[in-house]
């Protein structure tokens, strides 16, 4: 329930939304509406929108036309950041700044923080809460630049779930994660969608979230091409090796081409 009366309102809603860079759009007319507790993959080529359509809907692509809600509130009035927890793609947590693990799941936390800026018992715990639901409890006071890329992206994802957030979003969460902490990781993801937080998450390595996703959104040049469930064709190539994973995984494969085919359908997808 809530303020429309009965009517659930979107988490996110766009319309006919074009959303780039200066002159250049790149996603155009998109309709979109992310439902609470919905866990929508956004699919497509490289190339086609995924993280610019993402970036809009966090306020860092400009939407040059058409319509943004965020809970039901116009996207320029909307100040609740700490509703919405970002992992954004490529990004490392690591810098020249040597800023521990601690530190920066803990800067997950300011959205929330009062006046004095200063962490409280409970914010510790969530950061805590964190750090050790992606298996870096031994490393809090390790400077993230240290890490491993894979370890980065973990802290980055520590540092998203540490504002507590009541949607996810994940720009290609898991890339460069190795398959054995990608499972980790998709099964924090589904206990989180278990707890009906709502998810919008692009990833080309989509086979450990098959279980949660309730439907994809595929873009091609910057349009929507699909909308609807999620097929067992659109579970693609590099899939086949976290589905293979118990036999073919060896700690120096992680990468998309060492493929070992064997991904079976999901008898739940229909396919
Ligand atoms: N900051 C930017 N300024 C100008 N153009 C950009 C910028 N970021 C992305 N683009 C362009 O927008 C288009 C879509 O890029 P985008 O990163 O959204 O694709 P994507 O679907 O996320 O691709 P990938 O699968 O490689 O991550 C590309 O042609 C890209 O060159
Ligand atoms: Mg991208």
Redesign the pocket.
């Known amino acids: 329930m809530n303020a429309t009366g009965g009517q659930l309102t979107p988490v996110v809603r766009l319309r006919h939304a074009s959303i780039g ?1 200066g002159d ?1 759009a ?1 996603v155009r007319d998109l309709d979109f509406d992310l439902m609470p507790g919905e866990v929508v993959a956004v699919l ?1 080529a ?7 359509l993402v970036r809009g809907i966090l306020g860092l692509a400009q939407l040059q036309g058409g319509t943004l809600e965020l809970f039901g509130i116009q996207a320029n009035r909307f100040h609740d950041r700490a509703r919405i927890g970002y992992v954004p ?1 490529r990004h490392t947590a690591g810098s020249a700044l040597p800023s521990t693990v601690r530190e920066v799941v803990s800067s997950g936390r300011l959205p929330r923080l009062g006046w004095f800026h200063r962490l409280g018992a409970t914010d510790r715990a969530a950061v805590e809460r964190a750090v050790e639901t992606v298996g870096l409890s031994d490393r809090m006071k390790t400077p993230v630049g240290e890490l491993s890329g894979g370890q980065q992206r973990r802290v980055l994802i520590a540092r998203a779930l540490a504002s507590e957030p009541d949607v996810l979003v994940m720009d ?1 969460p898991t890339a460069g994660v190795d398959v054995s902490h990608q499972r980790s990781l998709a099964a924090t993801l589904r206990r989180l969608a278990d707890h009906r937080v709502t998810m919008l998450v ?1 990833s080309h390595e989509i086979g450990p979230l098959v279980p949660m996703v309730t439907r994809a959104v595929v ?1 091609q040049e910057g349009r929507k091409r699909y909308d609807g469930p999620l097929l067992s064709s659109m579970v693609g190539a590099s899939d086949a090796v976290l589905e293979g994973a118990e036999h073919a995984h060896h700690p120096d494969e992680d990468h998309e081409d060492d493929v070992t085919p064997g991904w079976v359908a999901d008898p739940r997808l229909g396919g």
């Not at 490289?46 to 610019?52: F, M």
């Open positions: 860079y250049l790149v497509g490289n190339g086609s929108g995924k993280s610019t793609q290609e692009v873009l």
